[in-house]
């Protein structure tokens, strides 16, 4: 392809490549914010020797959506597992806080 027809393409496309990079990066900055808030909160339960289900739960259904969708574009085997076992470790967290108190 020639350099004209490829400019060509990517007009016709209407996608910034920029916007597209500030809105893969700001998505793994907030992932960093969200795994240093979760391991704050852990090591805090942990050592108050609060329950820390809840937050587990959280964090697997995080991991399992994200799973879903990767899945519902690529269709790898290897999403789906991990999509359907964050989902199971996710509910049964949750069930295990709910029925602890």
Not at 2 to 31: P, T
Not at 46 to 59: K, W
Not at 66 to 74: A, E
Request: hydrophobic share 50%.
């Amino acid at each position: 392809m020639k350099k004209e027809e490829i400019l060509e393409k990517s007009r016709l496309e209407k996608h910034d490549e920029g916007q597209k990079d500030i809105v893969i990066r700001s998505s793994q900055y907030g992932e960093i914010g969200l795994i240093v808030c979760f391991i704050v909160l852990i090591v805090f339960k942990l050592f108050n020797g609060l329950p820390a289900q809840d937050l587990l739960s959280l964090f697997w259904a995080y991991l399992g959506m994200k799973n879903v969708y990767r899945y519902q574009r690529d269709k790898s085997k290897a999403n789906l597992i991990a999509a359907v076992c964050g989902m199971i470790a996710s509910v049964s967290f949750a069930l295990a806080y709910f029925f602890q108190w």
